[in-house]
């Protein structure tokens, strides 16, 4: 709340300040000089400029909200014409998902996105698999939602709340196409117009994407990461640690390592992942370095774990707690293995239990629940 309150507040300063420097302009432009400028602003409706200003605030947050809801939208539209299958559709926190037949309402977030949208790829080679419509579809829905808006405002006779709202929808679907569309890396991580040239260009992180959609859809729908398909997991190349595809995927084999209890095998890769903070992306290095903490835990290496567990790291634990189980099971292995508060782990590990048919990623949460269960059977 305090920081909607801070943007709000931002968004009144600017448009004052905008109105000042109109005046001013006017002022220098005409022959009343200063002395007509004061006169101007003598003759202002005070009341009139802040349901203005109040109306364009409102209409700047509608139109932002409805935007993310229709740039995930093109991507939804997008895939189901190219074959995909729908997982989930994000806005914020509050994700659509479809689990037994049936469409449900669960919590989820990740760092630095305000929505998004999760298919499963066709059942095809990859090299028949179109990747290009399904990362344009967002863009293309912003432009063509904004065009439309354009449209209303410049033909129809609209009143000033709805040209208002008409000249907001354009002005925020504009900056999402662009800041979406314009092929470029945002806190290291590609965007959706990068996403389109950069798979074009480098089939094995193509490969990577359908992998990670297809793994998502299973862990999703209950699958556990140990179960996934084996010929997904042979040993690759080196790993480029400032690829947002290939280090998200590393994830996923974090996860599968760690569902198998190989605890050397992760240990050295996440290794690997901890040396590379340079080059990877702050969110994943934020997972690689949660992940980190728990296996150091798990095998005994307690001084390595508290050397990471950071106040920012704990502050990025507590944020996503409330929607990914993986921040619980940090959080219980912290309480027993770190804190040696056996009580509270316990704790923690029945308040998942008890709620984990709230959370998104089904096999996930049984695969948390285990480890979590087998780490307190040995301590």
């Not at 006169?39 to 203005?52: D, G, R, T």
């Not at 390592?257 to 890769?269: G, I, R």
């Not at 150091?296 to 507590?318: F, H, M």
Request: glycine fraction near 10%; proline fraction near 3%.
């Amino acid at each position: 709340m305090k920081k909607i309150i801070k943007v709000l507040l931002g968004l009144l300063v600017g448009v004052g300040s905008g109105l000042l420097i109109g005046f001013g302009l006017f002022a220098l432009t005409n022959d009343g000089g200063v002395s007509a400028f004061f006169e101007k602003l003598a003759s202002i409706n005070v009341l009139e400029v802040l349901l203005l200003i109040g109306l364009m605030i409102l209409w700047l947050v509608v139109s932002a909200v409805l935007q993310i809801v229709i740039h995930e939208g093109g991507h939804l539209v997008a895939g189901l014409l190219m074959g995909y299958r729908f997982v989930s559709f994000r806005v914020f926190s509050l994700t659509l998902v479809r689990q037994e037949g049936r469409f449900r309402f669960r919590r989820f977030s990740i760092g630095g996105t305000g929505g998004q949208c999760l298919m499963a790829p066709p059942d095809k080679p990859i090299d028949q698999i179109d990747t290009r419509w399904y990362n344009l579809g967002g863009v293309l829905a912003n432009v063509l939602v904004s065009g439309a808006a354009l449209t209303l405002f410049l033909v129809c006779d609209l009143p000033m709340w709805a040209g208002t709202w008409m000249v907001m929808m354009t002005i925020i679907g504009v900056i999402y196409a662009l800041l979406n569309g314009w092929p470029m890396k945002v806190g290291g991580i590609g965007n959706d117009g990068y996403n389109l040239v950069h798979l074009e260009k480098n089939p094995d992180d193509k490969r990577l994407l359908i992998q990670m959609l297809d793994c998502n859809a299973r862990i999703q729908e209950g699958q556990l990461p140990k179960d996934l398909p084996e010929e997904y997991f042979e040993p690759q190349g080196e790993i480029d640690w400032g690829d947002g595809l290939q280090v998200n995927w590393q994830m996923m084999v974090v996860a599968r390592m760690e569902n198998l209890h190989q605890w050397d095998e992760v240990y050295k890769l996440l290794s690997d992942g901890i040396k590379a903070r340079g080059k990877m992306p702050d969110l994943f290095w934020m997972e690689t370095a949660c992940e980190m903490v728990f296996v150091c835990l798990a095998i005994g290496r307690k001084d390595e774990a508290q050397r990471l567990y950071t106040p920012s790291l704990q502050n990025y634990v507590k944020t996503y707690s409330r929607t990914q189980s993986s921040k619980q099971r940090i959080a219980f292995a912290v309480e027993l293995l770190m804190m040696d508060r056996r009580d509270e782990a316990s704790q923690i590990l029945d308040t998942l239990k008890n709620n984990r048919h709230k959370y998104l990623l089904q096999g996930e949460v049984e695969m948390d629940i285990e480890l979590m269960e087998t780490l307190l059977h040995f301590h």
